[in-house]
């Protein structure tokens, strides 16, 4: 294991292993929901969810949703890399769904605040990143 984090309710687990391989766990009962398989090449050094910002809860049925007073929001997972890459993960397909590279090369730390991934950068800047509907942003 190179990498993990909880969801902000503590109901899922994301854990990144040295093989690129990403495995989704609910905390509860420590069942293995899904395992999205290796990028090797990525070198994962953090990888966080990325949580809509009015929400509270988990959908019951489906953790990878989270509730608000009137509608059910997406999670993300995004992860970010030695590579200098920052992936977000398409859950249902398992496979990349956006990915950026880093303008500072390989990135070494990354913290998340809702939309906005700042990025720890080997040539010594941070870099903030958005991540919109659709891929990332500068």
Not at 65 to 80: D, G, I, P, S, W
Request: hydrophobic share 40%; net charge neutral; glycine share 6%.
């Amino acid at each position: 294991v190179v990498a993990m984090c909880l969801s902000q309710d503590k109901s899922v687990m994301a854990v990144a292993r040295r093989s690129g391989q990403v495995e989704v766990w609910l905390t509860e009962t420590f069942e293995q929901l899904l395992v999205v398989p290796g990028h090797s090449e990525l070198e994962i050094r953090s990888i966080m969810w990325v949580e809509p910002e009015d929400c509270t809860n988990a959908v019951p049925e489906n953790p990878f949703y989270m509730t608000t007073e009137k509608k059910e929001k997406k999670r993300r997972l995004v992860a970010v890399s030695l590579s200098g890459n920052v992936v977000e993960w398409d859950l249902v397909n398992r496979t990349i769904q956006h990915s950026y590279m880093s303008p500072g090369g390989p990135i070494f730390s990354a913290k998340v605040n809702h939309k906005s991934i700042y990025l720890a950068c080997a040539d010594g800047s941070v870099h903030c990143v958005r991540l919109k509907k659709r891929g990332f942003e500068p």
